[in-house]
């Protein structure tokens, strides 16, 4: 049974950074490409970043390139997302997921306020 645990949502201001974690279990971790994506009130779910099995290729949505960084740490089946120079529009529930598979973690809120 695959399970993904985000972590490290909270309330930030306008500016400041958080710094997400997903920890994975119950997979060859190494061995799958890993995604953020978010969820805003009353929005579909969109794509954040993305990360390959190595770490050597990663993506971005254009609305969070040059503030989000994704990374990966094999050794500890844990995907993380910095997210620096934050704003109010990028309020929602964010989740990692196993890339091409329908396995999600639960999500973490992130609320930036103005």
């Known amino acids: 049974q695959v399970q993904l645990v985000e972590s490290g949502g909270g309330l930030v201001q306008s500016g400041g950074s958080l710094r997400l974690s997903c920890a994975a279990s119950g997979c060859t971790f190494s061995s799958y490409a890993m995604g953020w994506f978010r969820q805003a009130p009353g929005k579909e779910r969109e794509f954040v970043a993305s990360i390959s099995w190595s770490g050597g290729s990663t993506y971005y949505a254009d609305s969070v390139k040059g503030r989000f960084t994704i990374s990966r740490d094999n050794a500890k089946n844990t995907v993380y997302l910095q997210m620096n120079s934050l704003k109010p529009e990028d309020t929602a529930v964010y989740y990692c997921?196993?890339?091409?598979?329908?396995?999600w973690g639960q999500g973490t809120q992130v609320t930036v306020s103005s």
């Open positions: 997921k196993v890339v091409g598979s329908e396995y």
